[in-house]
């Protein structure tokens, strides 16, 4: 006799494993976010901002694992990287002190960023599109959070934009494409099973 899912899950051996393979996606998650974070190009005297694989892991998390194990995943990233971790891309300064440097706005928004494209990804119908929407509408939000941090510090939009959002919009573009591209076929694999 098969056991059906529900019944898995209602038992307390079902939930201990269903409770530790989120755990293990969670933690691997941020894992793949750090080690996206030292595929890095410092782009100074240009700006500060270095250009990274990250923001695409941050994406591809958010759009693979939903938005709570994404959100999840991301706020673990940055408690990982706030004790001291080499998390972080190689260089800043590291630690809680990366937090509340030039790019301390981008790290914050990123879990926000896992949660609405997470968000959006999951509720509604597996397309390509509406992975690529998912990911634009997140990337908004992660460029809303770096230059108004950015624009703290130097006390001008025009200058924010140029330190944190004109070098890298082409990059942008291709890291959401391959994001969604990724989950969307990810998604469809899963859902011929």
Known sequence: ???SMAHI???PHGRALATARNVALVVGASLFVALCAHATIPLMPLTPVPLTVQNFAVLLVGLMLGSRRGFAALMLYLLEGMTGLPVFNPYGPGGAAQLF???????LAYPFVAFLA???????RNSFLR????????????????????YVFTHSLAKAAYLGLYWF???EVIKVMLAAGIASRRRAIAMMR
């Open 1 to 3: 006799m098969e056991k």
């Open 9 to 11: 899950l209602i038992t």
């Open 101 to 107: 440097g030039v790019t301390g706005g981008f790290l």
């Open 118 to 124: 997470g968000y959006i990804f999951e509720r509604g």
């Open 131 to 150: 992975a690529a929407v998912a990911g634009l509408l997140a990337e908004g939000l992660l460029f809303a959070g770096g230059l108004s941090w950015l």
């Open 169 to 171: 919009v082409a990059a």
